[in-house]
């Protein structure tokens, strides 16, 4: 019995050194492939691209309201167009590149909306909430906060079911449900959502309708 048991140890360890190799030469094809992405991107999209060595990365790396979520992106984009979202996503998926979104950066949880050896697509500038009096509907940038969302929406002297904490985000408080003051008369804030534009990798943006 003493033999196969050692045996077992050689083996386990035989197979734990080849699967570190393993993971180690992929993290480092990861890693290349988001560079290079990151390069190709800056050279398509310019300013909107920020790598690590621009003097915005770090603040915009550690924009996070928690420290748990600051991460390292190989880059990270601020688009502010539907059609730059949809390049970063095209550029990310043909490459294999993994990608994470920010809106508020109000999740304390690792990684949620933040990335170390990929792209952060921070939402920054999609900031707007404007207001269509014969429609009745507001379109609401997804990476506002609230406290922008309320103060817009105070000169028609209207409001929407949104967040509690004026600081938090639009895009991951309505993606989440959302609990509002006013949910107990108008339920959830993902409830009162009529459209989602979602930008795709092929350039073809559909509007996503609740109803
Ligand atoms: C101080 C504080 C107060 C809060 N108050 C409330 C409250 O009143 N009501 C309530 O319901 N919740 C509340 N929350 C919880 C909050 O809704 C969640 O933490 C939510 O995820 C934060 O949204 P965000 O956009 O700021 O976060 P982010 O960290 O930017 O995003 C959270 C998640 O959503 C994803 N996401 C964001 N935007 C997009 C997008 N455009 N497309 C695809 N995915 C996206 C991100 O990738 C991430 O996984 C609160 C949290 C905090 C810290």
């Not at 928690?66 to 990270?76: A, L, Y």
């Not at 952060?120 to 609230?146: K, P, V």
């Not at 009162?192 to 534009?197: A, G, R, S």
Request: proline letters at 4%.
């Amino acid at each position: 019995m003493v033999p196969v048991a050692l045996l077992s140890v050689v083996l386990a360890s035989l197979c734990s050194a080849v699967s570190a190799n393993a993971a180690t030469t992929a993290v480092a094809n990861v890693s290349h492939a988001a560079s290079t992405t990151c390069e190709v991107l800056k050279a398509l999209l310019g300013s909107k691209i920020v790598l690590p060595t621009d003097c915005s990365y770090t603040q915009l790396s550690d924009e996070n309201w928690s420290q748990t979520t600051w991460e390292h992106p190989s880059c990270i984009a601020v688009p502010s167009r539907a059609e730059d979202i949809s390049a970063v996503v095209d550029a990310a998926v043909v490459a294999n590149v993994p990608f994470a979104i920010r809106s508020g950066g109000h999740s304390p949880n690792p990684f949620d909306a933040n990335i170390n050896t990929g792209i952060l697509i921070a939402m920054d500038n999609f900031s707007q909430t404007t207001y269509d009096e014969t429609t009745g509907l507001a379109t609401i940038g997804m990476g506002s906060r609230w406290d922008a969302v309320y103060t817009a929406l105070d000169q028609h002297n209207l409001t929407v079911v949104g967040g509690r904490v004026m600081d938090v985000g639009v895009g991951g408080l309505t993606l989440g449900g959302g609990l509002s003051y006013l949910s107990d008369l108008y339920g959830l804030v993902c409830d009162n959502v009529v459209n989602y534009e979602v930008p795709c990798a092929s350039f073809y943006l559909p509007i996503m309708s609740a109803y």
